[in-house]
Nanobody
Framework: QVQLVESGGGLVQAGGSLRLSCAAS???????????MGWFRQPPGKQREFVAR???????NYPDSVKGRFTISRDNAKNTVYLQMNSLKPEDTAVYYC??????????WGQGAQVTVSS
């Protein structure tokens, strides 16, 4: 079992920056490890969409909508993933969800963090 706890959401003006963090916790007695981690978002009235992904060795992927503005990183020692969001736009307004895949093939989600970008 893995728990994901997000922090860092909030309200920011267009052009501003925010950093989201997601800390993963698991039982010290498990041999299960975390593979890829990532971020998804769900804008108001829309479906959840992919934002960023980072593999266990640091390979990253982004959709065109955030490429060049968002940066995903991770600290494996802390089991924490970060999302640095720069040049934010009103259309980035959404609930942002942390995601983690584990070595036993399971998929976990955080509780969500609200990001609101005002124009």
């Amino acid at each position: 079992q893995v728990q994901l706890v997000e922090s860092g959401g909030g309200l920011v003006q267009a052009g501003g920056s925010l950093r989201l963090s997601c800390a993963a916790s698991r039982s010290r007695f498990t041999i299960i490890r975390i593979n890829a981690m990532g971020w998804f978002r769900q804008p108001p009235g829309k479906q959840r969409e992919f934002v960023a992904r980072i593999s266990s060795i640091g390979t990253t992927n982004y959709p065109d909508s955030v490429k060049g503005r968002f940066t995903i990183s991770r600290d494996n020692a802390k089991n924490t993933v970060y999302l640095q969001m720069n040049s934010l736009k009103p259309e980035d307004t959404a609930v942002y969800y942390c995601n983690a895949n584990t070595t036993d093939g399971r998929n976990y989600w955080g509780q969500g963090a609200q990001v609101t970008v005002s124009s």
